[in-house]
């Protein structure tokens, strides 16, 4: 008998996790299935294969971010009331006046990044925490640390019942996380006025820091490679409009 599909096919998070792990290149999926509030669709799933389509066009190359951006369904980081805006190319507004960032800018970030599994990431700004999923999946281990209170523990609820084991740390990320630095890579998701030593100083020699950098309505994208204990380089990727960094090595707001 041919099975009568309908357009609006719900999924668990079994098989949402099938999907983070299949990212990975896992083929065995264990997890127990547990029926949950968040749900993935084949329309979501194919509004998230047009937003790659899209990703693509703009100059996204790299397979293993394009992977991680069909793999993670951004609807779970977005505000409940616009679900069907989760799938535009476009920043949104979320709680404490901050923003998830647009997907073509998470995925500019993270293709600088050259991200390979087992990575050590630090990442500053959590917000919604769609960033550090597609981190995750990559295979890369990441700690989020995220200054307004309310969007940390929203963020580790949610990574609990996703099942993504990333460390989530309230704070000022303006000063990295030295205790658990070095890093192989470290993303800066909010404006910085400038890039400070003590930042980049947590990189690991061959590490590479990504960061907009600028003023309050402006910034380049910066990438820096750290070379030697005393020696890194700089490049510029293109103008971006991020929220400002706060903190002792932020904007005074
Ligand atoms: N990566 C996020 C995502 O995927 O949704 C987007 C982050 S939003 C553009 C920038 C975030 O940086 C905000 O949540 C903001 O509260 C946070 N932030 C700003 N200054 C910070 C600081 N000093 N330490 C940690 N987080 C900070």
């Known amino acids: 008998m ?15 996790r099938c999907n ?12 127990p299935k547990t029926k949950h509030l968040l749900q993935d669709t084949y329309k979501l799933k194919g509004k998230r294969a047009q937003l790659v389509s899209e990703l693509k066009s703009l100059g996204i190359h ?14 779970f980081f977005f505000p409940k009331d616009f679900l069907d805006k989760a799938y535009e190319n476009i920043a949104f507004p979320i709680e404490g006046g901050q923003t998830i960032s647009q997907p073509f800018t998470v995925a500019m ?11 050590k990431v630090l990442e500053i700004g959590t917000g919604s925490g769609y960033q550090s999923a597609i981190l995750k999946v990559m295979g890369a281990n990441v700690y989020s640390i995220e200054t307004v209170e309310r969007l940390h523990q929203t963020a580790k609820m949610l990574f609990r019942k996703l099942g993504l084991d990333i460390a989530t740390i309230y704070g000022d ?3 990295g ?13 909010a404006a910085a006025p400038q890039l400070v030593t003590s930042l980049t100083a947590q990189l690991q020699i061959g590490g590479k820091l990504v960061a907009p950098v600028g003023d309050l309505a402006v ?8 070379n030697g204990d005393n020696e890194y380089t700089e490049s510029s990727h293109g103008d971006f409009n991020f929220v400002p960094l706060t903190g002792s090595n932020g904007w005074a707001i």
């Open 2 to 16: 041919i099975p009568i599909l309908t357009t609006y096919l719900s999924f668990s998070v079994h098989e949402i």
């Open 20 to 31: 983070f792990l299949s990212a990975k290149n896992i083929d065995i999926c264990c997890v």
């Open 62 to 75: 790299a397979p293993n971010v394009l992977r991680a951006v069909d793999a993670v369904p951004r609807h």
């Open 109 to 119: 970030q993270t293709q600088l990044l050259e991200i390979k599994p087992e990575d």
């Open 173 to 175: 990320g303006s000063k």
């Open 177 to 189: 996380l030295p205790e658990l630095a070095p890093f192989d890579k470290i993303i800066l998701t």
């Open 219 to 226: 910034q380049k994208m910066i990438l820096v490679t750290r």
